[in-house]
Every structure is written in structure tokens, then in C-alpha cells.
């Protein structure tokens, strides 16, 4: 996105994103058909691996740290030995985390009905996986499920819902000193937008971590970045609550006493082994893989390139197309990004294909998405992300603060007011999102 600045007004050449006219049929049948065969043996077998890097992570860190003294080495300080300590812990809690998102991921296939053919073993082998990780098991996967039915839909998506301009309480769109597409502001309706939305840098790097420590137990418990029209105290743990149905409530109740066994083992274990060491072993490898979990999810769903609709321009083939595939850590090196991709399992690289057909395991998924992306190159489409990092959240995050009250086909706004994105058919033409351009 590129700007110019002329007569008190800024204008930018905007990116063009072509809005998706395939059917599901379009997009099904460009994946090979064996990519679709779900196997109970060859999804257990990622659980071990999984537990066994894991466990060598452990076994590793316990054998070193025992080397870390005057007997085996010679620092210049005694106070290098403590720092060495907490440095080795910090990896071991780094990559356990990295390790433990991939188990998390195996659970999140179980919700789908991809780690095998039988239901009873999806939902069993899901419920122990997602409770040991603090997660409501039947809870999330209902609402997920919600979520992939309705992928960039304003009032049905469940999660990483745009806010929209009055939502926020900014100034009232005002058609003489803006376009209603992003593409130019005055510098007044700048200046307004920036005072009331911020846009420091040390105020973006702050709400990124915030949101990426905390972002994920807030949408469990009080519907952070969810859909906005629920009641307030929505949360994951209420059998009552709003997206919930009757005949669910026993699902809800039995997520509910994996969270309270879950919750009892960590008690147990800090009375048993102390606090400092489940903290430690445990507690901090859990921090991370909650914020792999809301850093991989946020970049997936959030970009100025990608559209968000209403309902009237919505369809399930535009809403999955509504996602991005990005190679998590891949901004650090090829190698990294080898590891942080197979680590948890392609979730983030073949996300488009994820939405396209959720029941694709993802030792399939990788051909399969190789398949799809051939078709919507031919469509003109191309859902390839900046690799995801902290830098790719914290530029997303400056980038994407509000869409407009008007329009179908909506692009996220940064905080002066301007879009990166406008809507495109098929035909070439511009689209006006459901706003009549003339009324500019």
C-alpha cells in the first residue's frame, strides 16, 4: 500500500483482492481423493511423537542442568550460574511449548473428526488431550465448529470479530472528508481516528502481548475478540450460555469436569512437588503454547487483505477462502521455519485447506493443500501470508483496527482511516462492498 499526500487529504493505491465465485464443489474436487482417509493408528502415532520429543526436551534440560557448576565448567561470576540455569529452563519451556501447540493441534483434529473413522475414539482421544491442556473440550469444538461454518462472517463467525467504527465509539464516517473504501482521508479525519485509536508503538507492542499472554483464556471465559452480539458474560463453561443448545449441555457439563480434573492435578502437583517446580516443568511451557495457539489463529484470521462480509455477500466457499496460510517462525531462517511448521503439524501452513475440508488430517494435509492452491491460482487467488512471528502480529496488529458500519464486504481500516484492501470480482471490476459510490 503505497500513499500520497495532496491538498489536506492522503490517498493510497490500494491491493486488490478478488472475491471468491467458486462452489465447494469447485474446491473438493481438486484434492486427490486418498488425502481424505483418516487413520486412528497413524494419527496415535503423532501423539507419541509428540510425548517422546517432549520427554527427550525434559530429559535433555534435567541432564545439563546438572552439569551447570563449578565441578563441570568455570564461569567468571556466581551469579552466571543462576543465569545459566534460568536461561536453559527458559529453552526447555520455549520448545516444550512449541511441541505440546502439536499435541494441542491432534486434540483440535479429534473436534473435527479427523484423528480417525470412529467418533467414540475422536471424542475420547480429544477430551483427555485438550482437558490436559486446559481446554473445554466440547465446549470449543462446538463454537469452533460455529467458527468454520461462518469464517469471516460479522454476526455468525465466533472469533476474531472485527470491531466496527461505532463499536468503538469513533467519529461518525463522514463521506466529504473520507472514502468510505479506505483509499482516502482527509487530514483532519486522521488526526481524529489516530487520537482516539493511538498509534504508538510502544501502545501496539503492549496489546500485542497482552492479547497474545492473555487472549486466549479471555475468549474462554468472558468471549474476548468473539462475537460481539452474545450477551455480556458469555463464556465456554455456562451450559446455558447463548451459543450453546439444549441438547448439548451434557457435552458442556463433561468439558467442564476435564477443566476441574485439570485443574485439580495442577494442585495436587504443586502440593506434591512445589510450586517453583510445576511452574517451571509445566506451567510455563503451558503460557506457550497458549500464545502459539492466539499468535498462529490471530495471523490465520486477521490481515488488511482479508475480507470480511455481511450476510448478504457471504457464502461458506468465501468465508473458508477467508484465511490465510502462513509458515510459523519461517521469518527466522529455513530452518526454523522446517521446525516450527512440523512441530505443530502444518496448522498454520495448510489452514486454507483446513477450512476448505476440516476432516483432512494433516499428515494429508500437506498434498492436499498443494492441490488447492494450483486451483485457486487459477482463480486468480493466492492466501500466502508473511511467515507468522511476533513481527507479523505486531504489524497486523498497527494495521487492522476497525471496519466500517456500512458495506457487505469489509476491510479492515489501520488507525489513520486508510485500507490496504478493496474488494474485486471475478470480471475484474471494483466492487463497492454495498455501497452506492455515488452517494461519495
Known amino acids: 500500500m503505497s500513499d500520497r499526500s495532496e491538498k489536506g487529504f492522503t490517498t493510497v493505491k490500494q491491493n486488490v483482492c478478488v472475491i471468491p465465485d467458486l462452489t465447494i464443489k469447485d474446491l473438493l474436487s481438486a484434492i486427490p481423493a ?6 486412528a493408528l497413524r494419527s496415535s502415532l503423532y501423539i507419541v511423537y509428540d510425548l517422546v520429543m517432549i520427554s527427550g526436551i525434559y530429559k535433555t534440560a534435567t541432564y545439563l542442568d546438572t552439569l551447570i557448576s563449578p565441578e563441570y565448567v568455570s564461569l567468571p561470576h556466581p551469579l552466571l550460574y543462576p543465569a545459566a540455569r534460568l536461561s536453559l529452563w527458559a529453552g526447555y519451556s520455549f520448545w516444550t511449548g512449541l511441541f505440546a501447540t502439536g499435541l494441542w493441534v491432534i486434540a483440535h483434529e479429534c473436534g473435527h473428526q479427523a484423528f480417525s473413522e470412529s467418533k467414540l475414539i475422536n471424542n475420547s482421544v480429544g477430551w483427555v488431550l485438550h482437558s490436559a491442556l486446559g481446554v473445554p473440550y466440547h465446549s470449543w469444538r462446538i463454537t469452533h465448529a460455529k467458527h468454520h461454518a461462518s469464517t469471516g462472517h460479522m454476526t455468525q463467525d465466533q472469533v476474531f470479530v472485527p470491531k466496527t467504527r461505532s463499536q468503538l465509539g ?12 479506505g483509499s482516502s482521508v482527509s487530514d483532519e479525519v486522521m488526526r481524529e481516528l489516530k487520537e482516539a485509536l493511538g498509534d504508538s508503538p510502544i501502545g501496539a507492542t503492549i496489546g500485542a502481548a497482552t492479547y497474545l499472554l492473555g487472549g486466549w483464556p479471555a475468549y474462554l471465559i468472558r468471549n474476548a475478540s468473539g462475537q460481539k452480539r ?21 457435552s458442556i457439563i463433561l ?42 489463529t490471530f495471523l490465520q484470521h486477521t490481515d488488511p487483505i482479508l475480507p470480511h462480509y455481511r450476510a448478504s455477500e457471504f457464502t461458506f466457499p468465501r468465508g473458508a477462502l477467508a484465511t490465510l496460510d502462513r509458515n510459523l517462525l519461517g521469518g527466522c531462517g529455513s530452518i526454523m521455519g522446517w521446525i ?55 504489524r497486523v496488529f498497527k ?39 455515488d452517494k461519495i
Open 34 to 39: 486418498h488425502c481424505f482417509k483418516r487413520s
Open 170 to 181: 469513533l467519529p461518525a464516517f463522514n463521506p466529504t472528508k473520507e472514502d468510505i473504501l
Open 230 to 250: 452474545y450477551p455480556k458474560g458469555t463464556n465456554h463453561f455456562n451450559p446455558d450460555a447463548v451459543m450453546f443448545a439444549p441438547h448439548q449441555r451434557e
Open 255 to 296: 468439558s467442564d469436569i476435564g477443566i476441574v480434573l485439570w485443574l485439580a492435578g495442577i494442585a495436587g502437583s504443586i502440593y506434591t512437588y512445589g510450586f517453583l517446580t510445576v511452574f517451571r516443568l509445566y506451567l510455563v511451557p503451558y503460557l506457550w503454547v497458549n500464545h502459539w495457539l492466539v499468535l498462529i
Open 340 to 394: 516450527g511448521a512440523h512441530a505443530t503439524h502444518g496448522i498454520s501452513e495448510t489452514h486454507v485447506l483446513h477450512h476448505v475440508s476440516s476432516k483432512i488430517p494433516h499428515y494429508n494435509a500437506w498434498e492436499a493443500s498443494d492441490a488447492l492452491r494450483k486451483r485457486l491460482e487459477q482463480a486468480g487467488i493466492k492466501l500466502e501470508g508473511a511467515p507468522g512471528g511476533w513481527g507479523e502480529v505486531y
Open 399 to 437: 494495521e487492522c483496527k476497525f471496519v466500517e458500519d456500512e458495506g457487505n464486504i469489509l476491510f479492515y481500516k489501520n488507525s489513520s482511516g486508510l485500507a490496504a484492501t478493496r474488494p474485486a470480482f471475478t470480471d475484474g471490476s471494483a466492487s463497492d462492498s454495498g455501497v452506492e459510490l
